[in-house]
């Protein structure tokens, strides 16, 4: 009770905060954050969101997300929702945060608004690209499976730890169904949200999409080849419900009233399934094998060098959005393999930010404000939850996001050289990182030496982004404008490159415009 107290709590400490009710359009989240679609983004309060204990940071896109934690964003949502639902009516909106600075600056203060403003609505622009767009679309498909993936997989996990000790044999094969039922109907799933986010109707796209793991394929030949149930897996599925909805749109435009109940269902079925058993599945079947051909090669030959580009451009690739393309890769790996061999790797990157981060607590001894930040941070930092220190400590200072990337990289590349040396380490699920990546991972060696060896990545991502921040992180300029005491302890890492600035409130994050990219978006498990 005390729990489902503090999560309503936390809820109705947001709410106002965002302007009261009839501000907020949708609601949703992921593993970490809240993501709220709002009416008046200026009725938001961003400093005081920031200052509550239970908000980790914010982060602005196309929805507003306010980052809570893996476990808290999940609890919180449902109460937030149900405040929202009772208050709809006669909540009155927030008033407008404050525009100017109370220590008598405000020209400064409306004069970072406007820099801030503009970044944002630049990046804005890149981001709605169709290619960004259909990323952002994938993305959406597959989030909202992330925590089956989770479960199934750490029963997977469980499950092979028992058979190896042989212990509890009676129960392995009902933890074996556990885990394997999911990942047996997962292109159903991929199929229904699909549809779903394609503007078709969802069950229609999971019947389509069921068709690929339907076992009577094996009667079907293609291309001279038999099928096999399963073949083109979430690719084939995508494509399937991608199409699905197509059929469907054109029969509503043609097909009489009357009949549409009748035909439209009919024909997206009948149209949408031959194509894909004599099309589709063939075709993602030669891409999912591609996928896997082309991770087993690049690791078995490159391992520490395609680990040592993968990890250092990881962050990059989130902050211009194309991460999201590799979310069905992995996927694809899991299927295949049981595991994704990618993820350790790229989790690196949230190691070379823990490493960066300590560098610029160590560096500035006599900066209140970050230390702070750093120390409220870092907890997060090590489960996998990357935000607080990206958008809190590393991209607002500039360089240590830089000096970031290259300790992931070199905890990348540590993973990477004992896959090719043989030693293949992955992640039966996808989603989390850092230490929380743990119960997920699984090899070719057995438990113990692919624990090691993801365990010594971190070692080496946290070492070298820590030495490569506290030897190249800091100019001269930079250490004098940032390692001093700040009046009240207040924030003072601006957006604008390393200004101090006068809106920072008192939670030991920056002001609403943080960061050379306030809008831009890390995934969770960064």
Not at 32 to 47: C, M, Q, Y
Not at 321 to 347: D, F, K, M, N, S
Not at 443 to 464: F, H, K, M, Q, S
Not at 468 to 495: H, I, M, Q, W
Request: with cysteine.
């Amino acid at each position: 009770m005390a729990t489902e107290d503090k999560n309503r709590a936390t809820a109705a400490a947001i709410l106002p905060l965002v302007g009261g009710p009839a501000n907020v359009g949708s609601i949703a989240h992921c593993m970490t954050r809240l993501r709220l679609g709002l009416h008046d983004r200026t009725l938001v309060d961003d400093e005081a969101l920031k200052a509550l204990p239970a908000v980790l940071g914010v982060v602005e896109d196309d929805t507003y997300q306010i980052v809570l934690g893996p476990g808290a964003v999940a609890r919180v949502t449902p109460e937030f929702e149900r405040l929202v639902e009772e208050g709809r009516a006669a909540a009155p909106p927030a008033a407008p945060a404050p525009g100017a600075a109370s220590d008598g600056a405000p020209a400064s203060a409306e004069e970072l608004a406007a820099e801030g403003a503009a970044i944002r609505a630049r990046r804005k622009a890149r981001n709605a690209t169709p290619f960004k767009l259909l990323l952002r679309r994938i993305a959406d498909i597959f989030v909202p499976l992330i925590p089956a993936l989770i479960g199934c997989g750490i029963i997977a996990g469980l499950n092979g730890l028992l058979v190896n000790l042989g212990w509890l044999p009676a129960v392995t094969p009902a933890l074996a169904a556990m885990a394997s039922g999911f990942m047996a109907l997962i292109a159903v799933f991929v199929g229904y949200n699909t549809a779903k986010e394609f503007g078709g109707t969802p069950i229609l796209g999971g019947a389509v999409a069921a068709i690929i793991v339907f076992p009577g394929v094996a009667d079907v030949d293609a291309f001279g080849q038999t099928l096999s149930p399963g073949r083109g897996g979430v690719l084939g599925a995508l494509g399937a419900a991608v199409l699905a909805v197509y059929v469907e749109k054109w029969c509503r435009r043609w097909v009489p009233e009357a009949l549409d109940v009748l035909v439209t269902p009919t024909l997206t079925v009948l149209i949408a399934g031959l194509v894909t058993l004599f099309g589709l599945m063939y075709a993602a079947g030669e891409v999912s094998s591609a996928i896997g051909t082309f991770a087993d090669w690049l690791l078995s030959n490159g391992g520490a060098g395609a680990g040592f580009v993968l990890g250092g451009l990881f962050l990059p690739l989130v902050m211009l959005g194309l991460h999201q393309a590799l979310i069905p890769i992995h996927t694809t790996l899991i299927e295949q393999q049981g595991y994704t061999v990618l993820l350790p790797i790229l989790a690196m990157a949230g190691a070379g930010q823990v490493g960066a981060a300590a560098a610029v607590y160590v560096r500035l001894p006599r900066n209140g404000s970050i230390r702070r930040t750093i120390r409220s941070a870092l907890p997060a930092g090590l489960l996998g939850v990357g935000e607080p220190l990206i958008y809190g400590v590393s991209l607002p200072l500039g360089r240590p996001f830089v000096t970031a990337c290259v300790g992931g990289a070199f905890g990348a590349g540590f993973v990477g050289l004992f896959n090719q040396l043989g030693d293949t380490v992955g992640s039966t699920a996808i989603g989390p990182s850092g230490w929380a990546l743990f119960p997920l991972l699984d090899g070719n060696r057995g438990l113990g030496a692919t624990v090691a060896i993801y365990g010594g990545g971190l070692l080496v991502g946290y070492v070298a982004g820590f030495l490569a921040t506290y030897f190249f992180g800091f100019g001269k300029d930079l250490l004098a404008e940032f390692n001093v005491s700040r009046e009240a302890d207040r924030p003072t890492v601006a957006a604008t490159g390393g200004r101090p600035s006068p809106e920072a409130g008192p939670g030991g994050d920056d002001g609403p415009n943080a960061g050379p990219d306030p809008s831009a978006k890390a995934p969770a498990g960064v």
